[in-house]
RNA sequence: GGCUGGGUAGCUCAGCUGGUUAGAGCACGGCACUCAUAAUGCCGGGGUCGCGGGUUCGAGUCCCGCCCCAGCUACCA
């Protein structure tokens, strides 16, 4: 058995609903396991929650509850929410999981073990927000006040930490992916964190003291693993490491992140790793995100667009479409309901939805719903090729976009043929040759749209390819030699119905 | 300030190493068809390719300068 391909996205902060921007993350890391998976490949996909930030303790305390019970309803509201999206991830990983910290206090241990000057005490410096209780960055303070409490001063502080020699690695680190071995996409990413690498790494600082709602840091008394240190350790511990068998999952084949956190995953992650010697993952994709009007949704802003209400609008699986549709999984786009609405109604109403509808009730009404055995219009069967073909290289260069593209111009190459071969004039002529071949290569033509839909659209690829008389697993062989030969076929109920007038 | 990416039809974008009348989808207008979710097909209108120079027989495509937008600029996942 060969090694799954092990897929991670970042995982979320527990201090805030999720939102449309996480939702494209998730969504966009399903279709690459749903791809995989199609193809047969073993698939391992892990998501799940960053539960010790500081941020953590006090939305807890503001909730007047225990740091525990915040994590505990957070983790249940996020999965529910990827559970609703049709994620399909194999594991949760939460980082209060008792297995987290011990895959944290074996990577420690195993740094130090081969690199003994790996860690070192240092004095961290910074301007500490007495009223955050926490340490702020420059992008935090506005006019030397922190953007939080600017009626408060922020106190210049110095605290003993242990420090990572994170500059060691960066020769190392760069060699990796100026090699290709660790694949960072999409290729602007990519540049941003040569340009990084090429200027150099400083040390950091990787603990924290006056911070009880961590992992302890091994060999210390009173400090904690800081949080974005140990949550990278996420992808290892998943793994069940140090317990035997972790290698059967480790390296990660690729970790989805938002573009603002590649400098993590890219630098300081391969880093620890390299200290460790452990292998890096293949790759890093990341993606941009999702704009509402042009500004950014993010978890702090909190506008913007319910989750549920575009959930809701015209249900999961189309959600889905759009996202990767319409914003794509490379740089930034706009969500709008408007958009929303014009993309279902046009793509997948009367695009995909419609083109199954004619088809195959032109095969119960021709053929009493089995589909001709004989030879398929070559006139079609050669675009059905071309479509599936193109679509492939799309998705293995995880351009979602493109793939989309092409399910839509095999659509339109459908219809078109439909036109041209016009199968009622061949009925009432009785051309029945022709007739059989045309309504062959038109089913063929749509049991190839349901699976180059199911990455994507799970829940409307199943029923479709269930019209088609395929239940199960669905597979990619379907799409690459699409036979259906003398298959019984039903006409469904529409796949993607379009809103009645009333509801709207 | 520095670095990176981008500015092409109303909207979202494609245009690889320069080469005939600059393309697609959506939206809009006309025509056709009836198998279909008033769906589909065909045709059409619509663009100073950010601005100004330059190289070249020829530039959206290369060079220089400028303007505008977005991102990154290290301990905020």
Redesign the pocket.
Known sequence: MSKPFYVTT????SNGDPHLGHALEKVGADVIARWHRLQGHPVHFVMGM?EH?QKVLQAAEAADTTPQQWVDRMSARFEQAWQVLECSHDDWMRTTQPRHAEGVKALIARIQARHPDAFYEGE?EGLYCVGCEE?K????VVDGRCVEHPSRDLVPTRERNTFFRLSAWRDEVLRRITSGELVVAPD?RR??IL??LE????D??VSRSRLPWGIPFPGTDDQTV????E??MNYVSATGFPEADWESLWPADVHVVG???T??HC?IWPAILLAAGLPLPRAVWAHGYVQWDGA?VS?SEGTGVSLADAINRHGPDALRYFLLREIGFT????FSFDRFD?VY??EL???V??L???VL??VV?YRDGIVPSGDADPGLSDGIRAAAAHYRQAMDATEFKRALEELGSLV?VA??F??TA???TLAKTGDDVALDRALRALSEAVLVIGVMMAPFMPEKSAALLAALGRDGTPAWRDADAPDLGGARVAKPD?????DPPAAA
Do not use: H
């Not at 800081?226 to 240190?229: A, K």
């Not at 740089?331 to 706009?334: L, R």
């Open positions: 970042a995982i979320d902060y960053d930030a961290y340490f960055s420059e992008s935090q602007i540049n941003e340009r990084v200027g150099g790494l400083i950091i600082s800081y949080v974005w240190f949550a990278l573009k603002g956190i400098r993590f630098c950014k978890k740089a930034d786009g706009d014009a109604a046009s109403a009367d695009g939805g419609n199954a509808s004619r009730a032109m009404k339109r219809n078109a439909i036109t016009a199968p009622w529409n796949l993607f119905p379009k």
